[in-house]
């Protein structure tokens, strides 16, 4: 029988750790941390995240704020309101929600946070003190990962763990905290372009699928008695939910779950996760000040 790893309960644990920190500021008239997010154009998923985002803050005693941006805005109006950002004293940590619409930089846009607000942890000043060991802020998703791990008392030390996919978001900077020391997993990242991709997935001891690919990961892929940790979150049109969609993962839960040890579901593993990374960051933020 798996166990199911529960990313709602560990993060409202977290959030009832960071509600308890803030609540000791307030006394001490400390400043309240403050999260900020841009938000632009209008992205179901992009919108449910940051309305979610909005309501994590309220719960644990943090100020946010959200601006909302046009698809049609230029990149420069775009890095213009990234400096407002920077330069705005009451501001801890912010994010710039991704996707963005095509004519606009990724890559730009991340290198005009301030790293010292990058409450995402994707600035390339942040990945390299992740890369080299220095204390800093962690990307979200890999931080919400590892924390599930942990707090799980999921072993690592040793064990083959594969990762799906070779986003900077995800795959990239997970395969780098996986193989640290602390965590020590033998880590291999595979992809559309590896050989013998199914071979690769059964003899992993801890599996990370963050491919975007509903239900790829098969029964026949997965080891017996392996963990599994599902990144993806895909929107599929539904006529059993309210909002006209759900979220499926990129593993077939009712047919994989039977072989794992333990497994993450979709909602409710990863994402809850994902977002207290954000306020964890910019708790950090307001520290260092």
């Known amino acids: ?44 998923s992009s919108e449910t995240y940051v309305n979610n985002k909005v309501k994590d803050c309220a719960e644990v005693g943090f100020k946010s704020t959200i601006i909302r941006l046009s698809n049609e805005i230029s990149e420069a109006f775009l890095i213009e309101k990234i400096t407002g950002l920077n330069d705005n004293p009451d501001i801890d940590g912010f994010i710039v929600q991704l996707p963005l619409p095509h004519h606009i930089s990724e890559s730009k846009i991340i290198e005009a946070i301030d790293p010292e607000k990058d409450a995402d942890g994707f600035h390339p000043v942040n990945i ?71 071979g690769h997935l059964k003899k992993a001891d801890i599996l990370i699928a963050a491919m975007g690919s509903p239900h790829f990961v098969r029964a026949e892929m997965v080891k017996e008695g392996a963990v ?6 895909t929107r599929l049109p539904s006529n059993e ?13 009712e047919n994989v779950a ?30 260092n000040r």
């Open 128 to 198: 390299g003190r992740m890369v080299t060991g220095i204390p800093g802020f962690l990307p979200a998703t890999p931080y919400g990962i590892t924390e599930l791990l942990k707090r799980y008392s999921i072993e690592t030390s040793g064990k083959d763990c594969v990762i799906i996919g070779r986003s900077n978001i995800v795959g990239r900077p997970l395969s780098i905290l996986l193989s640290q020391k602390g965590f020590d997993a033998t880590v291999t990242v595979v992809h559309s372009r590896t050989n013998d991709l199914p």
């Open 228 to 233: 599994v940790i599902d990144v993806g979150t």
């Open 241 to 253: 939910t309210k909002s006209g969609w759900k979220l499926i993962g990129d593993v077939d839960f």
């Open 258 to 287: 039977p072989k794992c040890s333990y497994i993450t579901p979709v909602p409710g593993g990863v994402g809850p996760m994902t977002r207290v990374a954000l306020l964890r960051n910019t708790l950090m933020a307001v520290r």
């Open 1 to 44: 029988m798996y166990n199911l790893i529960d990313g709602k309960k560990i993060a409202s644990l977290i959030k009832f750790e960071i509600g308890e920190e803030v609540a000791k500021r307030v006394t001490e008239g400390r400043k309240i941390p403050h999260l900020a997010a841009i938000l632009v154009g209008n992205d179901g």
